[in-house]
């Protein structure tokens, strides 16, 4: 990563003369933003140890010009000035035909930004990788591949009205893909880091549980029992849940608009955003439109509160935007997005007997329709806490609204999985999800 620091400083330097040289009579504002990517992806072959490593860079440019009541907006490689003025340029003309949209504001400056410490580097991700199969191969795990990725981005948003912002966001993280006698699982984990600690047990431990469940024999269901989801599973729920309270979503929605202090849930659901949550795997004090991001409870016993907004939805539903715009392509506009959204712990007791799903399997889709989560788990009945015999694969199509109002209570084990878009959950306790189903 070294000379990252120096590339923003001088894009930036950049921004600040093409902006300054850009001034159309009509234009109200003008905005840039500026995305560079440095990636490290090593692919690490557990069988020879052979490795493969591949380095990338790319920085991307969008531009944003509002006038005549429009904002245009225009996207793409952006190397220098003139790259940067052709954009602006693009944003201007596209304006006139284009939405309104509301102007980012001045906030206190947050230049120049401290570049973070560590750097992508390919020895350490080939120790790393090396390290975690041994440990797999130790717990007796038959992995099949493994992936490690280093990033460093950084970000500038500079707009005619005085905004300036410059942020990095570090990570670094492995993915484990698995044999076992039921089909492959795959787990990850992921820091918001670059050379910090390494926290693989909470993986390894998922995925040994993995294999020693699916070596199990296979016993007949009891669909009327109450059903257990483990963090591994209910995190993917939790995942579909925040795309639901997304502002985009809410719009696109018929009657979502109308959940803003209803309850929906029972009051075991309390769901929660926090971009800077200590345990998290993204870390962000500020979105891509320069606003503050601060911790949001979406959901709290059961009342939904709050959506998640970008500064378009925010002025869309009369209210003040919570920092969850973030971009990913350059001509798209910013949209609301989760930064370790996840449920509360509660305090929970088991029940008597149930279903208990702690093996989510690898599916190529999940959510095979808007609101429908699609997961393919396995797991265990239990009987006054003893494991009796495996259940699964079962394949389940589940209703995200309808399938949380069957929460019944919340256990206080919350763990993040980089595999759900790093959202969180705990073990939650459900009435029969099974009920009216055939399984075997």
Request: aromatic share 6%; proline share 7%.
């Amino acid at each position: 990563m070294t000379g990252e620091g120096d590339d923003l400083r001088k894009l930036l330097h950049q921004a600040e003369l093409a902006l300054a040289g850009f001034a159309p009579r009509t234009a109200t504002a003008a905005e840039l933003f500026i995305h560079g990517d440095a990636s490290l992806t090593l692919d690490y072959d557990p069988t020879t140890g052979a490795t493969r490593e591949a380095i990338g860079r790319a920085t991307r440019a969008t531009a944003r010009v509002w006038r005549d009541g429009g904002c245009g907006l225009a996207g793409g490689i952006a190397k220098n000035r003139a790259d940067m003025r052709r954009l602006l340029e693009t944003a201007g003309e596209r304006a006139r035909s284009s939405s309104p949209y509301p102007v980012p504001q001045q906030m206190s400056d947050m230049l120049p930004a401290a570049e973070p410490a560590g750097e992508l580097s390919g020895t350490r991700a080939r120790l790393r990788a090396s390290a975690i199969v041994d440990v797999l191969r130790h717990r007796g795990v038959p992995i099949q591949v493994l992936q490690l990725k280093q990033f460093s981005s950084f970000s500038i948003i500079i707009n005619s009205n005085g905004l300036r912002v410059a942020y990095w966001v570090p990570s670094e993280q492995a993915l484990a893909r698995c044999n076992t006698q039921g089909g492959v699982v795959v787990d990850a984990v992921s820091e918001p880091c670059l050379n910090g600690p390494w926290h693989t047990k909470a993986m390894v431990d998922r995925l040994s549980e993995a294999v020693t469940t699916m070596a199990m024999a296979v016993g007949e269901v009891d669909t009327a029992l109450p059903t257990v989801l483990r963090p591994v599973v209910a995190s993917s729920l939790v995942a579909g849940l925040g795309w639901m309270l997304r502002a985009d979503t809410v719009q696109q929605t018929p009657g979502l608009e109308r959940a803003i202090g209803k309850k929906l849930f029972p009051s075991a659901v309390d769901l929660r955003d926090d971009p800077v949550h200590p345990d998290g795997m993204h870390y962000r004090t500020v979105d891509d439109e320069g606003q503050p991001a601060f911790p949001v409870q979406l959901v709290e016993q059961g009342r939904v509160v709050s959506f998640l907004h970008s500064l378009g939805s925010a002025n869309h539903f009369h209210t003040k935007p919570n920092g969850r715009a973030l971009r990913f392509r350059a001509a798209d506009p910013p949209s609301p997005w989760t930064l370790n959204l996840h449920l509360l712990s509660g305090n929970s007791e088991m029940p008597i007997a149930y279903n208990e799903f702690c093996v989510r399997m690898e599916n190529a889709v999940q959510m095979s329709q808007p609101g429908i989560t699609t997961l393919t788990v396995a797991g265990w009945k239990v009987e006054r806490s003893e494991r009796v015999h495996r259940i699964g694969p079962i394949n389940l199509d589940l209703p995200i609204m309808s399938t949380f109002r069957e929460v019944t209570s919340v256990s206080d084990d919350l763990a993040f999985l980089p595999i759900a878009n790093g959202c969180g959950s705990p073990t939650i306790i459900l009435n029969s999800l099974l009920r009216g189903r055939h399984v075997r």
